[in-house]
């Protein structure tokens, strides 16, 4: 549904990004990450026609949004970044102008601007002014208009920002909701949202596509082993060496002792868990075992060890605390 | 090609919605009011002094002595009234960012060019229509000749259409407003004054400017007289403007 090949986009000499290239299959939820100023929204305006790829090629629907562009926009709902609206308009006469201008006939408008309004949890502000609407109600208004004249592709630019936890909940339901019968991508640098909301990931830093697939895949590529953390308190001798002689365990790593107790990540082999074994052999040696767990492998540590090879180590600590 | 109606709306909505309507319409009618009272004052009294002395008043009439001045003034007035009207139309949107959604649903550049200018000229045909009211008074005390009335009345419309589409082009190049509305003015009243110019010019220079001011294409209109060569030069400076507009909205989507 959409088919992005080696778009480069640059302004005078800042490149914003360059050689992206990903596909999006018709019906899916794609989420595009990555940490701020790294080329989501520049992409995205590429995608919605609002400007041009300094070189590469763009389809949406099988249209090329440079040369086709009219054809694309007649298919698509986009919502920029921070959802730009007329102040001085209200929500319903808003509503009502996007549906004529995206074609939608004078007899199906009304009932369609109460559907997107009631979609969007917004009927109750239909007759307020925009300027006097808060963030997130101006946010799910920006979202109404997208989804004015059931496109079948919806570009959204971090559509849940500025929302409270509970809006923010309906919203990523009301996304998910979309999934079969539109193509979506969506911009974040919300982690679990991603996890929550979407099929597919593009993760995305300092203008290039630095890794893509579904979560589960990029799991496994950036953890191709699993890992447990043993903690055990009034251990003698190798503790280590003991742990690596266990069947399946590929590499042991001593981590900082803590309150008298010893600890080690221990890497196994994927899809065999040790953990039964572990605990076995540290109760057979009457050790106390203090903790055991497995190091979890979110998406959130996938973004910062892929963000964090590209980056020089500086950089990275400012990420993870972000990502915190 | 009906994207252009929604777009027409929303400005009208906005125009209406917002004080900017209502702020030109009444201070535009206060002062075209107070000149008309004055010129009118004025003529009443010429005519009284005529009454008296019969070889006074022998070209007086209200085409020549109230209209035509009254006019031209007004025409005056506009170059500072129409940057007022045209300055938000493109500056704004680009300011806000609303711009990025209009120029991404599915219109042509042109629809939503064509949207903004005609609301703006409506409004200024509507405002120009409310002072219609100073004629009718006249017609009220004395019998008129409404043809070169409405002549110069269309020659003023002209004239506000060659300042709304300067306005509109001067706005599509700036997200500032301030900047659009006085670099409007500026234009305007530049094109008002290289007729002066025209006065020490020689040779083929003299005739160019002449031609190029603005102020000087109404005056036959006041007088009852419609000349193509006006208006070519109303519908080619209105051409031109929009043409430039156009440009100007669609470098945005040349490739750099």
Known sequence: MIQVDNLTKTYGPVEAIRDVSFGVEKGQIVGFLGPNGAGKSTTMRILSCFMPASSGSAKVAGYDVFSQSLEVRRRIGYLPENAPLYPDLSVSSYLDFVAEIKGVGRAARRGRVADVMERCFVTDMQNRLIGKLSKGYRQRVGLAQALLGDPEVLILDEPTIGLDPRQIAEIRSLIRSLAGQHTVILSTHILPEVSMVCDGVVIINQGRIVAQGTESDLVRQAFPTARIEVRVAGATGDVGGSLRAVPGVLKVEPLAPRDGSVGFLVESERGRDVRPELVRLVTGKGWALQELHQVGMSLEEVFIRVIAGEQDTTETVVLEEQAR | ?256
């Open chain 2, 1 to 256: 090609m009906r994207g252009w109606l929604p777009v027409f709306k929303k400005e009208m909505r906005l125009y209406f919605g917002s004080p900017v309507a209502y702020v030109v319409f009444t201070f535009f009618l206060m002062i075209s009011g107070w000149f008309f009272s004055q010129i009118f004052l004025f003529y009443s009294d010429m005519s009284m002094r005529s009454f008296m002395q019969p070889q006074f008043g022998q070209n007086l009439n209200v085409i020549e002595n109230v209209m035509r001045p009254l006019l031209t003034n007004m025409s005056v007035v506009l170059l500072f009234f129409i940057p007022m009207l045209t300055m938000r139309l493109f500056a704004e949107e680009k300011r806000s960012g609303t711009i990025e959604l209009l120029l991404t649903y599915p219109v042509r550049d042109g629809e939503v060019l064509a949207g903004k200018y005609l609301a703006a000229l409506a409004l200024f045909a509507l405002l120009l229509g409310l002072t219609l009211l100073y004629p009718g008074l006249i017609a009220y005390f004395t019998r008129v000749e409404w043809g070169p009335i409405l002549s110069g009345y269309l020659g003023l419309l002209l004239t506000g259409a060659v300042f709304l589409s300067v306005g509109v082009l001067v706005s599509s190049l700036t997200e500032n407003q301030i900047v659009a509305g006085f670099g409007t003015f500026g234009v305007l009243l530049a094109f008002w004054i290289v007729g002066w110019g025209s006065e020490f010019a020689g040779g083929n220079l003299r005739p160019v400017l002449q031609y190029l001011a603005i102020g000087d294409h109404l005056d036959g209109f006041t007088r009852g007289l419609i000349d193509t060569k006006d208006l070519v030069y109303y519908v080619s400076g209105v051409g031109l403007a929009l043409f430039l507009t156009l440009r100007s909205l669609d470098s945005k989507r040349w490739k750099g």
